[in-house]
Structure formats: C-alpha cells, structure tokens
C-alpha cells in the first residue's frame, strides 16, 4: 500500500490560516482520488475534502466550505488543505487518505490507504 505521510498541523489562532500537507509515492495523486478527514477526540472521522485524479474536488460544504481549499501537485505527488478562518471547532487530527479512481467520496469506507494524521488545533 502506498505511504500516506501528512505534515504542517500545529497551533494557530481563531481566525488563523494553515496548510497542511500529505506526501505520497510517485504517480499516486495522478492515479488515485485522495481525500482529507479529520477526528476529533470522542468523535466519528468526519470527510473534509476530496479531489479526484483529474483534479474535481468537493467538500463538506455544512463544515468547510469557503474556507478550506483541497489542491494537490502532481509532479510533487503531494496533496494539500489550505484552511482559513479556523474555528476551535477545527481542531483534530486531519487525516489523508487515497481511493480507487471514480467520483470523490465522502465515505472513509471508500478509502483504501490511510496516513497516520497531524494535529491541527485551534486555540487562543
């Protein structure tokens, strides 16, 4: 399975930006949809965004949107979030995560392939 590895969580304001990153093997973006989700202590994994390998995205719009970007760089097979005006309610562990081509989903039963997550947590 391909290594899902995602970094650039940390600290930062309400009303802060972050971006967050998932490096994956080679070619894996331009093969594979690949997803964020995110888990808050004591909460169910809840889908963020997806793109797909042609690059369509969509997002959980109730939570996210407007906010938060999913973009990805295929000669860098990197995915990223791009997230503003965080909310405290942002806070959790963002996870990436690839599938199987086809239209993005938001199920995680969906998702093949799973990183190990990076905190992002939203705090004055």
């Known amino acids: 399975q391909a290594q899902l590895v995602e970094s650039g969580g940390g600290l930062v304001q309400p009303g802060g930006s972050l971006r967050i990153s998932c490096a994956t093997p080679?070619?894996?973006?331009?093969?594979?949809?690949m997803g964020w989700f995110r888990q808050a202590p004591g909460k169910e994994r809840e889908f963020v965004a997806a793109?797909?390998?042609?690059?369509?995205?969509?997002y959980n719009k109730d939570s996210v949107k407007g906010r938060f970007t999913i973009s990805k760089d295929n000669r860098k097979s990197t995915v990223y979030l791009q997230m503003n005006d965080l909310k405290p309610e942002d806070t959790a562990v963002y996870y990436c995560?690839?599938?199987?081509?086809?239209?993005?989903?938001?199920?995680?039963?969906?998702?093949?392939?799973w990183g190990h997550g990076t905190q992002v947590t939203v705090s004055s």
């Open positions: 995560a690839a599938a199987q081509p086809g239209t993005p989903s938001a199920a995680t039963s969906s998702y093949e392939n």
């Open positions: 080679p070619r894996t973006v331009m093969w594979y949809n």
């Open positions: 793109i797909s390998r042609t690059g369509s995205v969509t």
